[in-house]
Every structure is written in C-alpha cells, then in structure tokens.
C-alpha cells in the first residue's frame, strides 16, 4: 500500500511540474507517452512473473527426478553392501599352488595332511589327522 503511495505521489508530483513547464496539449502528450511506458512495464512484469513461473516449474520437475534418481543410487549402493558382506564359500586354490589334489588345500586349512600309504591305496593319496 505504501508502495502504490509512493509511486502515486510521484506521478502526481512529474504531472504538476509537466503542468507548471509546459502548455497542455504538451502535457497530454506526455501523459499519453507515460501511460504507454508504463503498460510497457507492465508487459514486461507480466512476461517475468511466467518466466519465474516456468522456471519454477522446471525447477520442481528437475529436484523430483534428483530425488528418484537418490533413491535408486540408495537401493543399488544398498545391493552392494549385501552382496560385499555375503559370506562366499571357500575357494579352492589352484593346483599348482597346493600340489596337484584340491583336498591338499582343504587339508592345510582343516589341520589335515595328505600323504601317500602305499598299504591302503598304492595310487591314491590318503587324508590323515596333523600328528
């Protein structure tokens, strides 16, 4: 309201001095080029309030697709966590690194041994307890 005041005082205070300075066909003239500035501003206004308004509109679409793609980095970073903290079974290590006999691995790991009894099986190896 304050504002309207103002801005009307003003008005009226630049139609007095156009009154005091010039003849009134002047005047009108200058009333009328006044009056079409200030539709000018108004158009002008009008056109930025819709492009706060798009804008904001933008704005909204861009932080709801922000928060859909959060939620989905969430449930994959949360599938991640579950597969990294899945206990896997054991590997077998490769032969060449524990003998030719994937149980020599799983007998180093168990306390057991594999060692060779020609008695019980002259071409197998045979897994005893560690002495």
Do not use: W
């Amino acid at each position: 309201m304050e504002a309207q005041n103002h801005s009307h005082s003003q008005l009226t205070r630049i139609l007095l001095e156009i009154a005091g300075n010039t003849t009134q066909s002047s005047a009108y003239q200058q009333i009328e080029q006044l009056t079409k500035k200030l539709d000018v501003a108004r158009a002008n206004i009008r056109t930025l309030e819709s492009e706060k308004r798009s804008l904001e509109d933008k704005l909204t679409s861009c932080q709801q697709q922000l928060r859909k793609s959060h939620k989905a980095l969430e449930f994959q970073a949360r599938r991640v966590l579950q597969a990294k903290t899945f206990k896997k079974p054991p590997r077998l290590a490769p032969p060449e690194i524990y003998g030719q006999h994937p149980a020599a691995y799983m007998g180093k790991k168990s306390g057991l041994v594999t060692v060779h009894d020609p008695v019980v099986a002259p071409d197998k190896n045979v897994i005893t307890k560690t002495p």
